[in-house]
């Protein structure tokens, strides 16, 4: 376990901000964890208590008056191997593409969409992170965690984490209740390639690529194409990914968009409802490429906030109020953040 007094958190936000922590502790085991937690428990520390993964979908807008919790835990360990599908066990703190890769290099199958999100295993879990047709509730099995008032472990099913688009009980009800450890996904030995996104048939076909020459590889390397054409880089501009969620609107609101704009990008949810782009939305209100003081709006990609070099989360989140009011005034819907304000 390392401790840390008074640390900064620069290493620790892909943003990039230079918030610092009280206390940051990293711990190497779930039962160092519940070791932590016991010894905080009977010094009844009652100071506030943060858990984070790579600090990919953070915004630290001010200093952090606590203790930071961060896993160390790592590994990726075969379950079982039967009916052409494997389970494996990932420590949370292993990086999310390292895994994809290895999944990949193993034979594997299920991942490839979701290749280069940034983060690690555990935030997976959490987040229901997604990508080109694909989220990690598809090939989640369990989630293994700890609950950070008791100690006790706690086991939950795919079923019992209620995932739905970018949303789990880790983000809502439970929310800062419980530290996962550990998350299984059931993946598959047949390659069996998801390309229901639009972007993602036009990329293999610009690069030559037919169906039938398709591998899992293959299909990696050009998801991977496809967000560095379209996503900065956190080491050479910080950001947090996508910055909003996609708003999910009445039918009647969608209707009311696509007569001024009949070429509206939108994704079908139900019959009531339908999910706008937030990265049109905020380009349609001319935000692309501007700038808020230090905080910016990618050029490439709207839905992106970046820091354009020593900005504060507080001059981030401002520029993130203004594009909500931009939104709100010009098409009467709210756009919600997926990063966290801490
Ligand atoms: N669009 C614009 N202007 C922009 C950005 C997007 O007009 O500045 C339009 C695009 O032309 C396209 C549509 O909006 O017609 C959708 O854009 P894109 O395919 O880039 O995806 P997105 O809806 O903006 C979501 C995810 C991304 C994920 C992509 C691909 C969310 C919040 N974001 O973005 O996830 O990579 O789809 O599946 O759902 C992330 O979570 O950090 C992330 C990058």
Redesign the pocket.
Known sequence: MIISEHCSLLGHNTFGIAARARCLVEYDSAEELQAFIRQRNEQMDHTPLLHIGGGSNLLFTKDFEGTILHSRIKGIELLSDADRKVEVRVGAAVVWDDFVDYAVRHGWYGLENLSL?PGEVGASAVQN?????AEAKDVISLVETIDLQTGTPRQFTNYECLYAY?HSIFKTRLRGRYAVTHVRFCLSRDFEPNLE?G?LRLALSKNGIEPNQLDAALLRATIIGI?EG??PDPKVLGNA??F???PIVLRNEYNRIAREFPEV?HYEVDALHVKV????L??QCGW?GKALGRAGVYEK???VLVNLGGATGEEIAQLCRTIQTSVRERFQIDIQP?VNFI
């Open positions: 999100i992170i997604g990508a080109y047709g970018r996104y972007g967000r379209k996503l990914g996508s909003f969620t996609n990008p782009p937030a990265g049109w905020i380009e692309k990609q709207a839905l997926e």
